[in-house]
């Protein structure tokens, strides 16, 4: 992905946010300046990996295959402080989070607003394939078999609970408009508990053709190397 395009998508996710009356902590707003005249280097945001997220999955093509998330909070790996963590993220209609699952996190998926999510669902086998037989979850509390590859869509206010080895996908669908979606988990941890089916990058390279508008997890390790 360009930095420019990560530009783009940010902005427009801003105002999406805005629009669903979805405020970010002070710093989420903060331009590469702002970051360079505060020493946030003690701080969770950067230890935690708090931010922007932005990727393509690797594809190449982010309306495709892509996803927005920011976290809001989230603990230490070791968990002596807090054991959970809470993200917020844009999904667009037929734009595709690949099918993976976590080793480690349990999370629930909270459609916060918007149009309706579609996430579709396998278990695994023990050597990570899908696996064909059903599997039971909980939506809002209540127990639900899906069928192999079988759909569950959450409408405003519904959510979901994914249990570890649980294979998931989602998109939002078609004709409904994109989806503020909301994430409550124990603690994550995006560069090791992610299993995608189909061998992709977690975060994709960027080539640096602008200034970043907002800076990216991923970007913290360069700016405080330059502090």
């Not at 629930?108 to 064909?132: A, V």
């Not at 124990?186 to 960027?206: A, C, G, H, Q, T």
């Not at 970043?212 to 970007?219: E, M, V």
Request: hydrophobic share 35%.
């Amino acid at each position: 992905m360009t930095r420019n395009e990560i530009n783009k998508i940010i902005k427009d996710a801003e105002i999406f946010f805005s629009e669903s009356k979805f405020m970010l902590p002070p710093w989420g707003y903060w331009g590469l300046n702002d970051w360079q005249e505060n020493d946030m280097s003690e701080s969770d945001i950067f230890s935690h990996q708090l931010g922007w997220d932005i990727t393509d999955f690797g594809s190449g093509d982010f309306n495709s295959e892509g996803l927005v998330l920011f976290t809001i909070r989230n603990g230490a790996l070791d968990h002596k402080d807090k054991p959970y963590a809470e993200k917020i993220m844009i999904v667009c209609e037929n734009q595709i989070t690949p099918f993976h699952f976590h080793w480690k996190k349990t999370e629930d998926i909270i459609n916060r607003g918007g149009g309706n999510l579609i996430i579709r669902l396998y278990g695994s086998t023990n050597n990570g394939k899908f696996s064909d037989e059903s599997i039971v979850v909980m939506t809002d509390g209540v127990k639900r078999t899906v069928s192999p590859g079988g759909d569950v869509v959450l409408t405003p206010g519904e959510s979901i609970c994914l249990e570890t080895g649980m294979y998931h996908s989602f998109w939002a669908e078609e004709g409904k408009g994109r989806v503020l979606v909301g994430e409550v988990s124990v603690v994550s941890d995006d560069e090791r508990d992610n299993r995608f089916y189909k061998e992709l990058l977690r975060f994709p390279d960027i080539i640096e053709d602008v200034e970043p508008y907002r800076l990216l997890t991923s970007d913290y390790k360069q700016i405080l190397a330059k502090s």
